[in-house]
């Protein structure tokens, strides 16, 4: 069964400085994988998502993430936090090709930005 | 709508009794997801529709949860007889279709908030 791990539940940085979230996944093979953030009283938001190729993407809001097979990792950064990214992101991970019918969902990491 | 449109926004209810939650999904979008979120939870699923197909009701967690999607569009959750450990957020997604590059690509909804006493 595929399962994702977000080990940081809280982390807290100055603003202006970089920031990683960790995620791991649990999977047999090659998942589809996703970071989602939810500002305080709204629902999820897609900031990037990986499928194939390069293990590097770009997603908005100046976040990016890289996956890496070796690890199971696929870490979200950014190198300027801003205040407005203070949020929730939950990292998420989805069957490969074909009809997926649901994503695993990490438990998530509140992100506070101190000013 | 432009977005998904969920109510109500909030919801306390008394144990033992019966709630409905709605969801309107994007215009054209075929696929509709239902999850609940608890605190300090990730998201659980709960229910799936798409298009015509029967949904994929895998997640619901007893018999008391149902949820229904009429003309392929609008949803709605039914809880009977609600328990305490049934207060969570519940969210509504919705995607252009499941599967391939669409496949995660979805559009949430603000959620229902669900306390019962």
């Known amino acids: 069964a595929q399962s994702v791990t977000q080990p940081d539940i809280h982390i807290t940085v100055s603003e202006g400085a970089s920031l990683e979230l960790r995620c791991n996944y649990s999977y047999g093979a090659t998942p589809y994988l996703f970071w989602y953030v939810q500002s305080p009283g709204q629902g999820l938001q897609l900031l990037l998502k990986y499928f194939s190729g390069d293990t590097l993407v770009q997603g908005i809001k100046g976040f990016e993430a890289e996956f890496k097979r070796s690890q199971s990792s696929f870490n979200l950064r950014k190198p300027s936090v801003h205040w407005s990214d203070a949020a929730e992101y939950f990292c998420?991970?989805?069957?490969?090709?074909?009809?997926?019918?649901?994503?695993?969902f990490g438990s998530g990491t509140q992100l506070t930005v101190l000013p | 709508g432009a977005g998904v449109s969920q109510s109500p926004s909030n919801k306390v209810t008394e144990k033992g009794k019966d709630v409905e939650l709605r969801c309107d999904p994007i215009s054209g979008h075929t696929a509709l997801y239902w999850y609940r979120q608890s605190l300090g939870q990730g998201l659980e699923f709960l229910i799936y529709f798409q298009g015509n197909s029967a949904p994929d009701k895998s997640g619901l967690p007893s018999d008391r949860f149902s949820a229904e999607r009429t003309g392929g569009s609008v949803s709605t959750l039914t809880i009977q007889r609600t328990q305490q450990e049934d207060s969570a957020v519940y969210l509504c997604?919705?995607?252009?279709?499941?599967?391939?590059?669409?496949?995660?690509?979805?559009?949430f909804g603000e959620g229902s908030r669900l306390t019962v006493l």
């Open positions: 997604a919705s995607s252009l279709r499941a599967g391939g590059f669409n496949t995660g690509e979805l559009f």
């Open positions: 998420a991970v989805g069957p490969p090709s074909g009809s997926a019918r649901q994503l695993t």
